[in-house]
């Protein structure tokens, strides 16, 4: 299974980015998705799910209303629409797949696989 993220980079405070994370080894419609973050000396907390099917998705408060996540069953691949960015949104997003998994607020000790992260940097 491979999960490759992609799309990071450095944009000022108030850009946009967009994440893509494309999956295989797996069948994509069988696992929820996730977008995870890592600043430095922090732990790895949850951003956004998408359940199986995308229809039901979930954000973390801090996310709410700037990022969407969305994904193409038929492309394998899964993404986040990053809006509004602020410089504490600053860290290593990655991706991770729950096997017959919901819509849910998912610690990372819930996901079954994950892929390498990208980095994205907000500047003030």
């Known amino acids: 299974v491979q999960l490759q993220a992609s799309g990071g980079g450095s944009v000022q405070d108030g850009g946009s980015l967009r994440l893509s994370c494309a999956a295989s080894g797996l069948t994509f419609s069988s696992y929820a998705m996730a977008w995870f973050r890592q600043a430095p000396e922090k732990e790895r907390e949850f951003v956004a799910s998408i359940n199986r099917n995308g229809f039901r998705r979930n954000y973390a408060d801090a996310v709410q209303g700037r990022f969407s996540v969305s994904r193409d069953n038929a492309k394998n691949t899964v993404y986040l629409q990053m809006n509004s960015l602020r410089p504490e949104d600053s860290a290593v997003y990655y991706c991770?797949?729950?096997?017959?998994?919901?819509?849910?607020?998912?610690?990372?000790?819930?996901?079954?696989?994950w892929g390498k992260g990208t980095q994205v940097t907000v500047s003030s």
């Open positions: 991770a797949a729950r096997f017959n998994g919901g819509n849910f607020m998912y610690s990372p000790d819930g996901m079954n696989y």
